[in-house]
Every structure is written in structure tokens, then in C-alpha cells.
């Protein structure tokens, strides 16, 4: 049995007399691909950012890598990686300049963040372009560092809010690559997407509709369940009735 990573037991979060995320509760192993998913406005991003360390829940038992969202945020916050979609990397500094900031963001010593800039520019094959700037470079370039700089300081969780967007189908294939030699070093893999052939590559899935978690299993099996051929049938019919 894989160890649990995350924990969510009842996470209720309002704001005022608005429920965004409505009694929540599921697990996410160590070394998972695990998609969550849902339309705008389901609850996605209010959860993530609990999970993540940015909000507390307003009642509920969350725990992150060992650590108590309501009460260890900032300790959340070191042993987890993020990227989103929308902000990751600096586009006024270089390659290298974003990641000796990621670096020190994240506490690494000076030694080892020179260290960890060599490793990642060489699996990246990214020597040709350390000092170019970010907003040089293509989109699915930037967003390939962007992961690798989520993992420079070895979490134990990476958090994935929608990396793919926006990018052509190749590099969307070689960025769940990446995802696929992450998750088998042993590290968790939370990813959010709108692209539902994505959700077929994952180990498991939730989907969320107004506030709650609707369905959670394999894709295989909710493929099962409701008599669908794709996970986006089985969204359709769940999250869109």
C-alpha cells in the first residue's frame, strides 16, 4: 500500500454565505498522477489553493506531505512544487536568473542551487539558451523550465494548475513525459486540466460540480460505471446533465 500524501477529511470552505468546496474528502498517494477536475466555478482552484498552502479551510482536516493546512501552511509550502498556467516564471529575467530565484525562494544553498542549475539545464538541453530571456523563449519551452523548476528543491508534491494550456498537441505529449519519469522517481502528481484526453492519463480522477467531488476513480472504471467510451462522455454526463 503506497503512502498517503494528502488527506482531506469534510474541507468546507466559505466565503460568507457562499460554499465554494462542500464537504470534501478523498486521499492522494505517494508517486500518484492524480487529475482533478471540473467546470469554472466547480471549486478547483479554492481547494488548490488550501492544498497548496495559500488559504486556510474554513472547517475540515487537511493534511499535505505530514503537515496541517489550517496550522503549517508556510511548511506546506516548502515541501510542495507549483506551476500554473497563467504565472510561473519571471519573463524579464533569463533561464538562469529564474532559476537561482526558484532556488532561493525555496531555501537551497547557493552551492547546491548552482549544482541543481547544471542538472536542469542539461536534461533539459537548455545550455543554448540560460541567458536568453523567458519572454524569448516559446511557450512550451517555458513551461517544460517551469515544471523542472517546481521540482528543484525535491518536493514531495508537485501541483499542476492547468501546465498544458496553450501549447501544441507534441509538446503537451513530451510535457506528460515529464510528468510520467516525476511520478515514478515516487513524487505526487496533483494536475488540474480542461484537455480530457489528459484525464486518461492519470491513475485516478475526481470531478467536481458545484462545490462537491462527484466521481472519483480510475478512468478506466468511470468509464465503467457510466457506460462511457472517453472521460470527457463520463465529465459530460456528470458535471453537465
Known amino acids: 500500500m503506497r503512502n498517503t500524501v494528502i488527506s482531506v477529511e469534510n474541507l468546507v470552505k466559505k466565503f460568507g454565505s457562499f460554499t465554494a468546496n462542500d464537504n470534501l474528502s478523498f486521499e492522494v498517494y505517494e508517486g500518484e498522477i492524480f487529475g482533478f477536475l471540473g467546470a469554472n466555478g466547480a471549486g478547483k482552484t479554492t481547494a488548490i489553493r488550501i492544498l497548496s498552502g495559500l488559504s486556510a479551510p474554513t472547517s475540515g482536516k487537511v493534511t499535505v506531505a505530514g503537515f496541517d493546512a489550517g496550522k503549517q ?11 500554473c498556467q497563467k504565472f510561473s516564471l519571471y519573463e524579464d529575467l533569463t ?70 494550456g496553450g501549447v501544441d498537441p507534441i509538446t503537451r505529449r513530451q510535457f506528460w513525459e515529464m510528468i510520467y519519469e516525476t511520478a515514478a522517481m515516487g513524487i505526487t502528481i496533483f494536475v488540474t486540466t480542461h484537455y480530457m484526453d489528459e484525464a486518461e492519463y492519470c491513475d485516478r480522477i475526481s470531478i467536481m460540480s458545484e462545490g462537491k467531488i462527484v466521481a472519483l476513480d480510475t478512468p478506466d472504471n468511470l468509464k465503467k460505471k457510466y457506460n462511457a467510451e472517453t472521460v470527457e462522455d463520463v465529465f459530460i454526463k456528470i458535471a453537465r446533465p
Open 73 to 83: 501552511a508556510e511548511l506546506i509550502k516548502r515541501n510542495i512544487g507549483y506551476m
Open 95 to 164: 533561464v538562469k536568473e529564474n532559476i537561482t530565484l526558484y532556488g532561493g525562494i525555496y531555501g537551497l544553498s547557493r552551492s547546491l542551487i548552482v549544482s541543481r542549475i547544471g542538472v536542469l539545464l542539461d536534461r533539459l538541453r537548455f545550455r543554448a539558451f540560460e541567458n536568453r530571456l523567458i519572454s524569448d523563449l516559446p511557450l512550451g519551452l517555458r513551461q517544460k523550465l517551469a515544471f523542472s523548476v517546481a521540482l528543484l528543491h525535491e518536493p514531495k508534491i508537485v501541483f499542476l494548475d492547468e501546465p498544458t
